[in-house]
């Protein structure tokens, strides 16, 4: 019953930055911003898709999450 919410709030806390509470925090509030103007705008059945898209996208652009940090790793 809780599958889609508990997908959606990893979604939000990779969104903002693992690790970071502000920032999953930004992330979720984001992505209720998206899927209610998704919801409102075009139609129910495009907001998931809309959800998944813009983790997508910023998974592409910068996947350290919008708070996330760059950390280089000595090898």
Same mark, same amino acid.
């Given at each position: #019953? %809780?599958?889609?919410? %508990? +997908?959606?709030?990893? &979604?939000?806390? &990779?969104?903002? *930055?693992? *690790? /970071? /509470?502000?920032?999953? #925090? ?5 992505? @209720?911003?998206?899927? $209610?103007?998704?919801? @409102?705008?075009? $139609? ?10 813009? +983790? ?8 350290? @999450? ?5 950390? $280089?790793?000595?090898?």
């Amino acid at each position: #019953m %809780g599958v889609m919410p %508990g +997908l959606k709030a990893f &979604v939000a806390a &990779v969104l903002g *930055g693992i *690790g /970071i /509470i502000p920032g999953a #925090m930004l992330g979720g509030f984001l992505l @209720g911003i998206a899927e $209610s103007l998704t919801k @409102g705008y075009l $139609s129910t059945r495009w907001a998931d898709a809309v959800v998944f898209g813009i +983790l997508i996208v910023v998974l592409l652009v910068k996947p350290s @999450g919008i708070l996330g940090k760059n950390t $280089s790793e000595k090898v």
